[in-house]
């Protein structure tokens, strides 16, 4: 019969998604109930029949403290595996694109898996458009020139002019910076197109990263990695880990990436979630979730 409180600062008139993100193997249940004061009578609540977690939009009706009870659906159900993750976040009313680059590599000539990585890029590029970022916005590196929204090759030289001088007039501190890579690599490695021995490594991304934030102190950013051991990518000693970045991998320092049968497995979740209108965090966590569960 557990329960926790979490108070947030509300503005009136802006509305406010409040999610419960479910861990694989957890046996939380999770309820939502809104208060304007812990004593008071709630003013909404959430508690799907057929799904453990939440997700709840809410119009504040006053500039104040807003209080969130949460609590287990069965109170005989307890202990330190019922596990759940909360995050609060205000919705915005319109669009206020950055530039995201996306890059689309190849690991040898007819590699079987190509399709997949261009699948994979091209359900990326569209999770932005649908969320308000037109054409001008979106710089699309790939191996094959014919894919559409296609910009360049897929290359050192053409990664790095993307993030340190296209997206330059793009971004601010309110306009995101996002980088996409999808393809095979290694530990410290990312192929962008490795017949042509052209490669990627944390310390060059850090470094052209670092020239954009230093322009625009501030700037988010945020960096998705879908390859195998991307997860090198934010260990030490190289690291792309700064704060005021999000840098999500695919998987771990040691571990493999898999393919699905159109695209790839953390991605097609990762992708999804973003276009059901999930936060970052909650997309990640939904295919950390759905990845681990297959």
């Not at 807003?66 to 009313?93: C, F, H, K, M, N």
């Not at 790939?142 to 790095?160: I, W």
């Amino acid at each position: 019969a557990d329960e926790d409180w979490v108070v947030f600062e509300a503005t009136v008139g802006i509305t406010y998604r409040l999610e419960a993100l479910i861990p694989a193997g957890s046996t939380a249940d999770v309820a939502v109930e809104i208060y304007a004061e812990c004593a008071g009578a709630p003013l909404d609540g959430q508690d799907y029949a057929f799904a453990p977690g939440v997700q709840l939009e809410f119009t504040a009706p006053a500039t104040g403290p807003l209080y969130a009870r949460w609590l287990d659906y069965d109170p005989e159900v307890y202990g330190a595996g019922v596990i759940y993750d909360i995050s609060v976040r205000a919705l915005v009313t319109e669009a206020t694109p950055g530039a995201v680059i996306i890059v689309a590599g190849r690991y040898k000539y007819n590699d079987p898996l190509q399709p997949n990585i261009h699948y994979a890029a091209g359900q990326f590029y569209q999770v932005f458009q649908n969320n308000g970022y037109p054409a001008d916005r979106i710089y699309y590196l790939t191996t094959d020139l014919t894919q559409p929204g296609a910009n360049a090759l897929a290359t050192v030289d053409n990664l790095q002019a993307a993030i340190t001088t296209w997206a330059l007039d793009k971004v601010n501190a309110d306009r995101p910076l996002t980088l996409y890579v999808v393809d095979h690599g290694i530990p410290d490695q990312l192929y962008l197109d490795k017949p042509q021995a052209e490669w990627v490594t944390p310390t060059q991304l850090d470094t052209w990263l670092t020239h954009v934030e230093t322009v625009y102190p501030g700037l988010k950013v945020n960096v998705f990695l879908e390859a195998c051991y991307s997860g090198s990518f934010i260990g030490l000693p190289q690291s792309l880990s700064r704060t005021g970045r999000v840098v999500a991998a695919s998987t771990g320092a040691t571990n493999l990436a898999y393919a699905s049968p159109r695209g790839a497995v953390f991605s097609d979740y990762f992708g999804a979630a973003l276009n059901q209108g999930m936060s970052v965090y909650g997309a990640f966590e939904s295919a950390r979730s759905s990845t681990q569960e297959g």
